[in-house]
């Protein structure tokens, strides 16, 4: 077994441990701090397959903006107890795991049906920051303006919510 191999192996269980957490936590932050971990080792990941500007990027992106503009909502929400949703959601209990072995056929059936291209796959991804964000800026500028004006909206609509009386 390599270095590389050994990293993966540990980036991988620590990854699907993490995001177990995050379901199994009770306490918001606690499953939000997970979460962070999560982006964290998934940006191992793409070391690992030297998708560095990927991997700074999960870093700069998920596990800094998105998850201070998570912890930010989940603090204004205010909640002191834990959230036991495994007492009252039967159905949550039962679906979960179902669209888990759904989601697994789908993935084993496309790994079995695909063809793998010929070519190194040195040439077929090219992860310099030109061939990244000319897309971004180009192509698909008015779906990434539309997810950042609906972020902005549902930190306002939690900030609406979570207002008390009285306050301006």
Not at 88 to 105: D, K, S
Request: with cysteine.
């Amino acid at each position: 077994m390599t270095v590389v191999d050994s990293l993966f192996l540990f980036f991988s269980v620590a990854l699907v441990l993490s995001a177990v957490m995050v379901i199994v936590s009770p306490h918001a932050v606690v499953s939000a701090l997970y979460l962070t971990l999560v982006f964290t080792f998934t940006a191992g990941l793409y070391i690992l397959l030297q998708a560095f500007f990927l991997a700074v990027l999960q870093i700069l992106v998920y596990a800094g903006a998105i998850m201070v503009l998570f912890l930010f909502v989940i603090m204004l929400l205010d909640r002191r107890e834990p959230c036991r949703w495994w007492s009252r959601n039967l159905p949550a209990l039962v679906g979960g795991p179902m669209v888990g072995l759904t989601f697994g056929v789908a993935v084993w059936a496309t790994l079995k049906r695909t063809t793998w291209p010929e070519v190194a796959p040195e040439t077929l991804f090219r992860g310099d920051l030109a061939q990244v964000m000319t897309p971004v800026f180009t192509r698909f500028l008015l779906p990434v303006e539309i997810t950042g004006l609906l972020l902005l909206a549902a930190t306002i609509g939690v900030v609406v919510l979570t207002r008390k009386e009285g306050q301006p």
